[in-house]
Nanobody
Framework: QVQLVESGGGLVQPGGSLRLSCAAS????????IGWFRQAPGKEREFRAA????????YYADSVKGRFTISRDNAKNMVYLQMNSLNSEDTAVYYC???????????????????WGQGTRVTVSS
């Protein structure tokens, strides 16, 4: 049973940084893609970034390019989301999700991901 556990959320001031972590277990992830989504109150879950476990190829939502960096530690089955230059619009619950890869396709919608963590809350406020 695939399990994902996020951590690292919290309160940060505008302009600050946070690093989120996602611990994955219960599967062999060599042919999976893993991504980060956010969900603000009253809004749909929104893609932020993702990478392929094996090759480490990354892709991002346009709104976070240059501010967020996704990375992985395959030996530890950990995925990270480094978030810089945070602003109030980044406030949300952040979710880690994973799904088997289909060729070079890069899934970006929540419906395309099979497994989800419980989320970690990020609040950007002064």
């Amino acid at each position: 049973q695939v399990q994902l556990v996020e951590s690292g959320g919290g309160l940060v001031q505008p302009g600050g940084s946070l690093r989120l972590s996602c611990a994955a277990s219960g599967g062999t992830f060599s042919n999976y893609v893993i991504g980060w989504f956010r969900q603000a109150p009253g809004k749909e879950r929104e893609f932020r970034a993702a990478l392929s476990w094996t090759l480490g190829r990354t892709y991002y939502a346009d709104s976070v390019k240059g501010r967020f960096t996704i990375s992985r530690d395959n030996a530890k089955n950990m995925v990270y989301l480094q978030m810089n230059s945070l602003n109030s619009e980044d406030t949300a619950v952040y979710y880690c999700a994973t799904t088997p890869m289909t060729g070079s396709y890069q899934p970006r919608t929540q419906d395309e991901y099979l497994y989800w963590g419980q989320g970690t809350r990020v609040t950007v406020s002064s």
